[in-house]
């Protein structure tokens, strides 16, 4: 069975504090790919980033990053130095090849000023 | 930039009423998908699917069904609405598998009252 858990259900952090957002995944499938989405107050999720099962490099994007492991069958998501506007929901998901998205239960993130 | 539309941002229905929900993109995406959020149980899959006329059951697929009658649009339809079906519905659509496996972009979402 393919299960996404995101164990933080909600993180509150103070602007500027470094912010990580657990995802751990479990599937039985070598090929799979993991995704981070965004979904602001406004409601719309906005997708942020994809992996593939082979590539476990971490990534950087400005203040985000992500760190991919495998072995501990982790897709953890940090914000640097967190904004007001990081405040959001944010989703982890997982899937397989040629089907749909199976997400985790969503971290609400509330930055404060 | 990828658009995804969904008819209605709020929707209020009585128990009982047939319910269309109605998804349009415009980046010739093979795939689209409904699915519906609820607090604490994140978004779950209704339906699927990967083509015109083609549909698939996703988790939840009790009390809806689907219609895709054109590439570009995607229906989901509650037969007789109830109650336990208030919710937040989101539509989403992603390029196929020949383009390798592609995010999926997601409309804003209808947020549906059954009284």
């Known amino acids: 069975a393919q299960k996404v858990t995101q164990a933080q259900t909600e993180i509150s952090v103070v602007e500027k504090e470094d912010v990580t957002l657990d995802c751990v995944y479990e599937t039985r499938d070598t090929t799979y790919y993991l995704f981070w989405y965004k979904q602001p107050p406004s409601g719309e999720l906005v997708f942020l980033i994809r992996?593939?099962?082979?590539?476990?490099q971490n990534e950087i994007s400005g203040r985000y990053s992500w760190n991919f492991q495998k072995s501990t069958s982790s897709f953890n998501f940090t914000i640097t130095a967190s904004q007001v506007v990081d405040s959001a929901v944010y989703f982890c998901a997982l899937k397989r090849a040629g089907t749909a998205l199976i997400f985790g239960k969503g971290t609400t993130l509330s930055v404060s000023s | 930039d990828v658009k995804v539309t969904q008819s209605s941002r709020y929707l209020v229905k009585r128990t009982g009423e047939k319910v269309f929900l109605e998804c349009v993109q415009d980046m010739d995406h093979e795939n689209m998908f409904w699915y519906r959020q609820d607090p604490g149980l994140g978004l779950r899959l209704i339906y699927f699917?990967?083509?015109?006329?083609?549909?698939e059951k996703g988790d939840i697929p009790e009390g809806y069904s689907v219609s895709r009658e054109k590439k570009e649009r995607f229906s989901l339809i509650l037969e007789s609405a109830s109650t336990n079906q208030t919710s937040m519905y989101l539509c989403?659509?992603?390029?196929?598998?020949?383009?390798?496996?592609?995010?999926?972009?997601f409309g804003d979402g209808t947020r549906l009252s059954i009284l």
């Open positions: 992996r593939n099962s082979f590539d476990e």
């Open positions: 989403a659509s992603s390029f196929g598998m020949e383009l390798g496996d592609q995010p999926q972009h």
């Open positions: 699917s990967y083509d015109v006329k083609m549909k």
